[in-house]
């Protein structure tokens, strides 16, 4: 059987899934491109509309047994609550709390680095993944209501926003 040894005995003693949420801990944040016209604008816009009520812009951390993370602001966009988001995205599987509906709010940052888009990687697309949030039930349905009232330049400059993070 080989071993591999991390260097660290508490890491080595740990499970993987410990040493996994010490490593999302401790890893940096994705950093977003510098912004544009377009990219302020979109921010301004999917503040306007109500992105921001579920993908929350700031948050503050808490208390924290790791030095230096103690109360410093961070900017996931994500309120990570569950939320019903309707028959069009469901896939029917309870997890914990959740019902086949509902979802935790999937933080933004750096999702203009991936290459596919929902929870189950449904499209590449952007703009359908935005879209797809309308359904049935879905508590973002006067979200995307809003969007889809926007001009296609704010359309556009939400979608660069979103593209930048």
């Known amino acids: 059987?080989?071993?591999?040894?991390?260097?660290?005995?508490?890491?080595?003693?740990?499970?993987?899934?410990?040493?996994?949420?010490?490593?999302?801990?401790?890893?940096?944040?994705?950093?977003?491109?510098?912004?544009?016209?377009?990219?302020?604008?979109?921010?301004?816009?999917?503040?306007?509309?109500?992105?921001h009520a579920c993908h929350v812009m700031t948050q503050t951390t808490g208390q924290s047994e790791y030095t230096g993370q103690s109360k410093v602001s961070f900017s996931p966009l994500s309120d990570f609550a569950l939320h019903d988001m309707g028959s069009g995205l469901a896939d029917g599987i309870s997890q914990g709390?959740?019902?086949?509906?509902?979802?935790?709010?999937?933080?933004?940052?750096?999702?203009?680095?991936?290459?596919f888009f929902l929870h189950d990687g449904r499209t590449s697309?952007?703009?359908?993944?935005?879209?797809a949030h309308a359904s049935r039930g879905s508590e973002a349905n006067k979200v995307i209501s809003n969007f889809e009232m926007l001009s296609s330049t704010d359309q556009q400059a939400l979608l660069n926003f979103l593209r930048s993070l």
């Open 1 to 51: 059987m080989n071993f591999f040894h991390s260097g660290s005995d508490a890491s080595d003693y740990s499970s993987d899934v410990v040493n996994f949420a010490a490593f999302a801990r401790l890893s940096a944040p994705p950093t977003p491109m510098a912004d544009t016209a377009s990219t302020a604008r979109g921010r301004q816009v999917f503040q306007y509309i109500g992105c």
């Open 97 to 115: 709390k959740a019902s086949g509906s509902e979802f935790r709010t999937a933080p933004l940052w750096g999702i203009g680095q991936r290459l």
């Open 125 to 131: 697309d952007l703009y359908q993944a935005i879209t």
